[in-house]
Structure formats: structure tokens, C-alpha cells
């Protein structure tokens, strides 16, 4: 989806009245109905709907942040929930 019609559809007014995409996103909807989809390959923003919001490759992502925040540690994990607690198995 082009960016400027995910911000139409799915945006909010901030406080200057500017309207953008100001969520926090995770693997459950949001109050938007978004989420996040992680892939192997890839990791999606997605409604609730199945419409794909968008979508960026986990390696050319990674590589962005090495350009610009050459000190970031990058950790990828599983998580798995158990009995309301959130577990990781760190790779």
C-alpha cells in the first residue's frame, strides 16, 4: 500500500492536527486493528482485515539500522507464551 493512502486509512491526528500513523505496534491488534506479522524473511504491518499495510525484508531492515545506529545490537528471538508469561529463545 503507498504510504500516504496507509496514513489516510489508518492514520490519526496528532496534536498539531498532522495526521500519520502514531501507533505502537505488536504481534496482537492494536486499537487501529494493526499488527504486526513476522516472518522468516520478512515482517508486515497488517489490519485485522488481512489488508497488508506494508512490508520490509528482516535483512534489508537490519541493515538500515547498521547505517544508522552503527552501536545497536541487534537480538532476534522465538517468543512463546506460557500461562500469561512471555518466554524468548534468543538466536
Known amino acids: 500500500m503507498p504510504p500516504l493512502d496507509a496514513v489516510k486509512k489508518y492514520g490519526s491526528l496528532d496534536k498539531s492536527g498532522r ?3 502514531y501507533y505502537t505496534m505488536s ?3 492494536n486499537s487501529a486493528g494493526l499488527f504486526l506479522n513476522v516472518q522468516k524473511k520478512d515482517i508486515s504491518v497488517m ?3 488481512g489488508e497488508v499495510v506494508a512490508t520490509w525484508q528482516l535483512e534489508k531492515l537490519a541493515e538500515r539500522f547498521m547505517q544508522k545506529m552503527p552501536a545497536l545490537i541487534f537480538v ?3 517468543t512463546e507464551e506460557r500461562d500469561g508469561l512471555e518466554y524468548f529463545h534468543l538466536l
Open 19 to 21: 495526521q500519520g500513523l
Open 27 to 29: 504481534l496482537k491488534p
Open 47 to 49: 489490519h485485522i482485515s
Open 76 to 78: 532476534s528471538a522465538f
